[in-house]
């Protein structure tokens, strides 16, 4: 029984719309499968910010011969009403039976449909499934009439077992499925084959790919917490954050950054917010005044100077974002009155759950 492998490659897919894509591609193309008469042992989805696979295990080879039979009009019926079933069967009139019914005789027909090899079925469901994809928002590209997300580049979909891998024959829009995908946009761009899922795992990573959205987080948090802790502080768990994050990275590298002196006189809500909202930061808190001190970045690549200009520019675009006026106040009125004037305006539920300190 071949196993099933799905990638669909695109420019970046929106981190919010990640997890949901990659449930609903499982879900559409398992049912479709199914509805064909297809079974399966096991099926995973994963997603990065370019690409959603889909892993199936234990696929059946083919469908199954099938016989329905279908009970028609009587006997004597008219010609029109005969016609019209002999259509919708699918066969000639001398193929009917007769058979006795509570009511007279009638016309059976016998419909023998011959299985369907795997790759048939599995290139039919999917060229479905992308064209009829549920995106939110979705656009189109090129000369072409597909509707995706980004523009989608390549379609990888290959069955394989124990003779081989083989690709399944399949062009939607002028995509031709194939074997072959690739790595992380900077470091890892160059395509390559693959000839089942544990190999395409494998040769993601070593392209700088981290497949599993849960082994991204992960990493980021752990390494996240690590630094802050070997300065003396703690990183505020923001479990939304971090699947974002997670979704907008390949290659998570974490850097731990500086926040100006001027900025410690923040609210910690408030800096908390603002850094999440508008810059994805994770805040850094000194654990004894409950105060942000430093902020986590994560960036999708790794840099020569261990993220030196990544910072520099984070910290730079962080300074523009909140304004130099916006630091400078005396009391709360006055701060909420100079964050408007820096495009920030609070939500009435953001007011509630303020509380006004004097920095000490």
């Known amino acids: 029984m071949p196993d099933l492998l799905?990638?669909?490659f695109s420019e970046e897919i929106p981190a919010r719309m990640q997890a949901k894509a990659a449930a609903d591609l499982q879900k559409l193309v398992t049912d479709g499968?199914?509805?064909?008469g297809m079974t399966?042992?096991?099926?995973?989805?994963?997603?990065?910010?370019?690409?959603?696979?889909?892993?199936?295990n234990g696929l059946s080879g083919e469908s199954p011969d099938t016989r329905e039979e279908r009970k028609g009009p009587k006997v004597g019926a008219p010609d029109q009403a005969i016609d019209g079933f002999l259509r919708g069967a699918g066969v000639a009139r001398e193929d009917l039976d007769v058979r006795d019914d509570k009511k007279g005789q009638v016309y059976f027909a016998v419909i023998a449909k011959?299985?369907?090899?795997?790759?048939?079925?599995?290139?039919?469901?999917?060229d479905t499934t992308i064209r009829s994809f549920p995106w939110p928002k979705s656009m189109r590209w090129g000369a072409g009439s597909l509707?995706?997300?980004r523009p989608l580049h390549s379609i990888l979909c290959i069955l394989s077992d124990e003779a081989g891998a083989q690709v399944v024959p399949l062009d939607v829009d002028g995509i031709v499925a194939g074997n072959t995908t690739r790595g992380h946009r900077f470091m890892g761009p160059d395509a390559f084959t693959v000839t089942g899922f544990d190999d395409y795992e494998a040769k993601l990573k070593r392209a700088n790919v981290i497949l599993r959205a849960d082994e991204r987080a992960e990493m980021i948090w752990h390494e996240a917490t690590n630094q802050a802790f070997a300065q003396?502080?703690?990183v505020v768990d923001d479990k939304s954050l971090l699947a974002e994050v997670a979704g907008l990275v390949e290659w998570p590298v974490v850097l731990l950054g500086e926040i100006g002196q001027d900025y410690l006189n923040l609210p910690p809500?408030?800096?908390?917010?603002?850094?999440?909202?508008?810059?994805?930061?994770f805040s850094v808190r000194n654990g004894k005044t409950g105060r942000i001190e430093k902020f986590v970045t994560v960036a999708n690549i790794e840099t020569a100077d261990q993220g030196a200009t990544i910072l520099a520019g984070n910290t730079t675009r962080g300074h523009r974002f909140m304004g130099p006026d916006a630091f400078s106040v005396t009391g709360f009125d006055d701060y909420e009155a100079k964050l408007k004037r820096a495009n920030v305006i609070l939500r009435a539920d953001e007011r509630a759950e303020m509380i006004w300190h004097e920095a000490t």
């Open 232 to 234: 003396g502080l703690e």
């Open 269 to 281: 809500q408030v800096l908390q917010t603002s850094m999440k909202e508008h810059q994805k930061f």
């Open 40 to 56: 399966y042992a096991g099926a995973a989805a994963f997603h990065t910010p370019r690409r959603l696979t889909l892993s199936i």
């Open 33 to 36: 499968l199914v509805d064909a």
């Open 147 to 149: 509707r995706w997300v």
């Open 6 to 8: 799905i990638e669909l």
């Open 114 to 126: 011959k299985g369907r090899k795997a790759d048939a079925i599995v290139a039919e469901v999917l």
